[in-house]
């Protein structure tokens, strides 16, 4: 059974930090790719970051709004991925999900953890 839960979620002021987690379970996390998503209300889902799984050196990707602002990482000891939060704005506001995956039928989804940036 996988299981993918995040944390670290919640209120920030604008220009704040926050640190999001991903632990992962019931797969060998290494061989993974993973990323982070995010949808706001009346929105469509939309890749954040992402993080190859490493097999042959890892590889990010950041959507072009992040890009200088967040930073992808992963601990394979720890079965986490990581997503680094910095110069937060309104606009980052969303619900952000964790993804693993490794093929079409190997593709995992979290539950999803709030982010809002509010004064």
């Known amino acids: 059974q996988v299981q993918l839960v995040e944390s670290g979620g919640g209120l920030v002021q604008p220009g704040g930090s926050l640190r999001l987690s991903c632990a992962a379970s019931?797969?060998?996390?290494?061989?993974?790719?993973m990323g982070w998503y995010r949808q706001a209300p009346g929105k469509q889902r939309e890749l954040v970051a992402a993080?190859?799984?490493?097999?042959?050196?890892?590889?990010?990707n950041y959507a072009d709004s992040v890009k200088g602002r967040f930073t992808i990482s992963r601990d394979n000891a720890k079965n986490t991925v990581y997503l680094q939060m910095n110069s937060l704005k309104p606009e980052d506001t969303a619900v952000y999900y964790c993804?693993?995956?490794?093929?079409?039928?190997?593709?995992?989804w979290g539950q999803g953890t709030q982010v809002t940036v509010s004064s």
């Open positions: 993080i190859t799984s490493g097999i042959s050196g890892t590889i990010t």
């Open positions: 019931g797969r060998i996390f290494s061989i993974y790719d």
């Open positions: 993804r693993m995956r490794r093929t079409a039928a190997s593709d995992y």
